[in-house]
């Protein structure tokens, strides 16, 4: 009974302390037309800390939808254009000399920001994707000698084009598994593209993004994320789905046994659990669910397993093996 009590009063807390999310999702629904997926991912990474790929073709608002987020939750935005040509110091900053005192005294580059948008990441070579990791990863970033802590929040989304290869870089599993999910940002329907259409030819000026956020609503936010009840058979449930992907066999996968190469890292386990535990906070419930973590286990896991030749050659996409472990996997 205490257990449930004290529950219940999280639970009234989470409802209050959300609503700011509502006030954003409002606000950024009042330009961007469909999308609320990709949407409802990017808050769950602002709020678990995490990082996000968004891939898609040109054209689907991902730029949009990134900076008009970050404007609804009063964050400073950054969009940086990766090209082949890219230096580190083009991301993170350089010494600069100054004639006055004849020292050198570090500039801060745009990666110092609460929103970075990493437009076209594949298209920088590897030492500049080598100082982004390190932003990402360690929240800080290295001038010269001197090491400069990023801004709080601080996170990543970065656009990757799934059509075009020419001029790219193929991005490291290292920094590929860096990123709480890989979302993938769809066309949008008939009535949602027409509506789109009518908007763009209008005359009418385009609605203004208004902050809507309080500096200390995101900290408030992330702390009661933490205390947000998971049982120990979803935990499990969550360790058996990541588990899966590396011995499909002994969950009676044995078909993916010679399809999967590489499955997912543990680094897989703790994202799922981070995301699961803040789209619990989303629906305003103070404990998690096995349906919270199906809904965000093809977005969480995509991008860490590496398909085998076989699958590759039989054009088996990894969404088709964790559809098969969400099938096969017994629920709590």
Do not use: W
């Not at 995490?50 to 898609?56: R, S, T």
């Not at 599993?173 to 763009?200: C, G, H, N, T, W």
């Not at 993916?256 to 499955?263: A, P």
Request: overall charge negative; some cysteine.
């Amino acid at each position: 009974m205490q257990h449930a009590a004290v529950l219940e009063e999280l639970g009234r807390e989470i409802a209050e302390s959300s609503v700011f999310l509502d006030r954003a999702a409002e606000q950024i629904s009042s330009c961007i037309i469909g999308q609320k997926e990709v949407v409802r991912r990017v808050f769950i990474a602002l709020l678990a800390g995490g990082h996000i790929l968004l891939e898609g073709v040109p054209g689907l608002a991902k730029t949009l939808i990134v900076r008009s987020f970050a404007a609804s939750m009063n964050l400073q935005f950054r969009r940086i254009q990766f090209t082949p040509d890219m230096l580190p110091a083009d991301l993170v900053g350089t010494m600069v000399y100054n004639p006055g005192d004849m020292e050198f005294h570090p500039r801060q580059g745009p990666v110092f920001a609460n929103v970075i948008l990493a437009d076209e990441i594949n298209r920088s070579p590897a030492k500049v994707q080598s100082a982004l990791l390190e932003a990402m990863q360690e929240k800080q970033v290295t001038i010269g000698s001197a090491t400069f802590p990023l801004p709080s929040p601080f996170m990543v989304l970065a656009t990757q084009n799934p059509i075009e290869h020419e001029g790219t870089y193929l991005l490291p599993e290292a920094q590929v598994d860096r990123f709480m999910m890989k979302v993938i940002v769809d066309y949008p329907s008939y009535e949602e593209e027409l509506e789109i259409m009518q908007l763009a030819s209008s005359s009418l000026p385009l609605t203004e993004i208004r902050p809507v956020v309080e500096p200390g609503d995101i900290a408030r936010a992330r702390n009661l994320i933490d205390r947000i009840y998971v049982d120990p058979r979803v935990q499990r449930y969550i360790v058996d789905l990541v588990v899966a992907t590396r011995n499909p066999a002994a969950y009676g996968l044995q078909k993916l046994e010679t399809m999967i190469e590489y499955g997912a890292s543990p680094r897989a386990s703790i994202f799922l659990l981070l995301a699961a535990k803040a789209h619990a906070f989303l629906q305003h419930r103070a404990y998690i669910t096995p349906e919270d973590v199906k809904s965000l286990a093809f977005d969480t896991l995509r991008h860490r397993i590496i398909p085998g030749y076989e699958a590759e050659a039989d054009n088996i996409s990894t969404d088709d093996f964790i559809r098969d472990i969400l099938q096969h996997v017994q629920v709590p």
